[in-house]
């Protein structure tokens, strides 16, 4: 006698279907927590999560400067000071070009920045004089594009001197503050903007 | 109507499902895993021992320092290195590259091949050279 086989009905299938759905809730929700956790992580986007991140460039930043704008015992000029004396004034895209005098700077810039995947812009600000008026003006000197959201710059003031050589340089930007009075012949900053790439 | 072959259809759908979710759970461990909140104590740390050295060895302006004395001081043991920084109990390297790369001091433990660390890298100059430096601490 051949018994009837037993056939599962449609209906009975909800267990499985309510496993299903558990698996289901819990990657929907696994992907909730991972997305809200990681909003403050976006890089181009400013945050207070960004903070940590900002502290460190403002420190590599201020690094940079101080020791490319420092002259050393044995140097004439700085590294950033003996680039800004024999640039041609016209902007630098991707980085330092190779002309006299530029290599430390060049060295250096790429050693620390470019190689870290970190992003930099250098812009100079000067006095001029237009109309008979003396007016504050911002060149760029190296350019790598507009920086995100949380970039950081710093800042740090060169003194040029009559004495220094390259009129051809930045000394043409500006102008002698006083005359020939004093050794002093104007300042300029040097603005560095860092953002992470 | 008779479905005979459902039951094989799904069970198939089921492998593959399970299986799905098997490979998401397996690697969520590693897409989470650096979003996982971290203590931050030896991270300072070595921002303060980078910040001390500068400092305490610096030649009058900011980054700029006495290389012989900072060379002196990194000389000492790791125990008396961390006892004069106030750091007992944590492990601490120091080490002082040119821009190239290359080791000019070291001083301190060797790294591990594993560990939580606080890393912190700073830039430094001396008035006798025209070489600039980089100043790597690590505390684990």
């Given at each position: 006698?051949?018994?009837?086989i037993?056939?599962?009905?449609a ?43 900002e ?15 420092y ?72 350019w ?54 | ?7 094989i259809?799904?069970?198939i ?16 461990t ?51 290195l ?10 601490i ?23 939580d ?24």
């Open positions: 006698m051949v018994k009837d037993v056939r599962i009905p209906d009975d299938k909800a267990q499985t279907f309510t496993f299903e759905a558990a698996m289901a809730l819990m990657i929907i929700a696994l992907v909730i927590v991972f997305i809200v956790s990681a909003i403050p992580l976006t890089p181009l986007t400013s945050s207070a999560a960004n903070v940590q991140v502290n460190i460039l403002e420190s590599y930043g201020s690094d940079i400067l101080n020791v490319m704008c002259k050393s015992d044995v140097e004439s000029f700085s590294p950033m000071k003996s680039a800004l004396l024999y640039w041609d004034g016209e902007p630098m895209y991707g980085g330092v070009y190779d002309y006299p005098y530029s290599a430390p700077l060049k060295t250096f810039l790429q050693q620390t920045l470019e190689t870290e995947g970190i992003a930099y812009n250098i812009e100079i600000g000067y006095f001029t004089i237009i109309n008979g008026t003396k007016t504050f003006r911002t060149a760029i000197f190296v790598n594009g507009y920086p995100s959201d949380n970039s950081v710059t710093v800042s740090k003031i060169i003194p040029l001197y009559d004495s220094d050589p390259a009129n051809q340089g930045i000394k043409t930007l500006t102008f002698d503050i006083d005359g020939n009075t004093t050794n002093l012949y104007n300042i300029i900053e040097v603005r560095l903007t860092l953002w992470r790439m | 109507m008779e479905r005979g072959q459902a039951g259809d799904y069970l759908a089921i492998t593959l499902f399970l299986a799905g979710v098997y490979i998401i759970f397996y690697l969520s590693n897409i989470i895993a650096p979003l996982a909140k971290e203590r931050n104590d030896k991270q300072f740390i070595a921002e303060a021992i980078s910040d001390y050295l500068l400092i305490e060895f610096g030649a009058g302006e900011p980054n700029i320092v006495n290389f012989t004395s900072l060379q002196e001081f990194l000389s000492q043991d790791h125990e008396n961390t006892k004069s920084l106030g750091y007992e109990g944590f492990s390297n120091i080490s002082v590259k040119d821009t190239a790369g290359n080791i000019v001091i070291t001083s301190g433990k060797t790294l591990p091949e594993l560990a660390f606080g890393y912190v890298k700073r830039f430094l100059a001396t008035p006798s050279t025209s070489e600039r430096f980089v100043l790597e601490v690590i505390v684990w």
